[in-house]
C-alpha cells in the first residue's frame, strides 16, 4: 500500500464508538473548492510504510479496536480492498469515508461503517468540478445512497454546509434522494487559510439556526439528523 500520505495514530471521534487510528489516502476525483486537503488532493506529500502503520497496530492491540480509511478519496485506490481485508486480519472493524463516485469498490470493501459525503443536490454536483470521466455521477451517487441506506445505523451521511454550494432550496431535493438512510450529519463549513480555492478561505458560514432549519426538515421528513459543533 503505497498511498498512505497521513496517519493520525489514535482517535476517539472519527469512528463512532471505536478507538480508531486513521489513515489518509492520497488523491480525489473531485476538485471541491472549499476542500480544505488541497495537499492531500493534489498528492503533493511523500507516502508513509504501511508495514509502520502495521506494527503499531500489532503493538496496540486490544487499545485500538478500528480504522478509518480516509483521503483524499480512498475509493480510486485499486488496492483499498486488500487494505480493508489486512486491517480485518488485525482484529480491527474498519470505516471508509468517502464522496460515493465509486460505489462498486465501496461495495467490494464491505466496511463495517461508511460515512458518505453528499455535498449538495445531485444536480449541482457539477460545482465540485466532477471529471468527465464520471459524467454518469448521478446513478453512482444514487448507487453509494443505496448502500448507506442498506447499513442503516452502522453508515452515515455528512453534508458539509458551504454556502455557494449548498442552500435551502437544495434541502428539498435531498430529502427525497436520502429518505431510508439511517442517519444524516450537517457540518458547518469551517473557512481556513488552505483550500483548493483561496476564495472560500473568506466566505462566511451559515449560523447554527439555519443549520437547524435544515435539521427540522430532515426530521419532519422522518430522517434522523443531528448539526454538528462546529
Ligand atoms: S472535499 Fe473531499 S471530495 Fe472534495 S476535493 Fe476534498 S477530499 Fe475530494
Redo the contacts with the bound molecule.
Sequence with gaps: MDCIVGWQKTSLIDFPGTVSTVLFLFG?????P????PG??LEQYETLLYNDIREHIIKRKGIVEGAVIS???PSIHSGLQSLCDDLRSLGLRVKIDT?GLEPEVINSCAADYLAL?I?TAIEKYPR?NVRQSYNDYRERLGMSIDIVKRMGKNAEIRITAVPGIIDESDIDSLLIDLRGVGKIFIQPFNPSRQM?DPAYSSVKPYEQRELEVWRRRFLDAGIDCEVRNP
Design positions: 480525489c476525483n473531485l476538485r471541491c472549499y476542500c480544505h486537503n492531500i488532493v483521503g483524499g478519496e464522496n459525503d455535498k465540485l483548493i
